[in-house]
């Protein structure tokens, strides 16, 4: 089983940046595909940005959520074990519980692809 931990979350003001990091816990994260989710209250849970593994054939290519595309950029930190989320431009659309989880590869950034999900952590877009 892997075990995801989401960080980074909290309350910023229209047009503020946050950044969210996921860690993984008891294995090595550049082994998977990894990708950010988020989910608002009475909505379904959604693709916000998704990243391939980079370590042997890996390409580290990156994918995207339309509503995200030029806010918002995906990275991998091997030192750290961790991919991290930057949002930047946020608006209060952007206001959700985000998740992080193993995705089958970067082109395939669906819910339904995840088998391990953080606990989520809470971004609340607001003046």
């Known amino acids: 089983q892997l075990h995801f931990v989401e960080s980074g979350g909290g309350l910023v003001q229209p047009g503020g940046s946050l950044r969210l990091t996921c860690t993984a816990s008891?294995?090595?994260?550049?082994?998977?595909?990894v990708g950010w989710f988020r989910q608002a209250p009475g909505k379904g849970r959604d693709e916000v940005s998704c990243i391939n593994y980079i370590h042997g054939h890996g390409d580290g290519k990156a994918d995207y959520a339309d509503s995200v595309k030029g806010r918002f950029t995906i990275s991998r930190d091997n030192t750290k074990n961790t991919v991290s989320l930057q949002m930047n431009g946020l608006n209060p659309e952007d206001t959700a519980v985000y998740y992080c989880?193993?995705?089958?590869?970067?082109?395939?950034?669906?819910?339904?692809?995840?088998?391990?999900w953080g606990q989520g952590i809470q971004v609340t877009v607001s003046s």
């Open positions: 989880g193993d995705v089958w590869r970067a082109a395939e950034c669906v819910a339904t692809s995840v088998d391990y």
């Open positions: 008891g294995f090595t994260l550049d082994d998977y595909a």
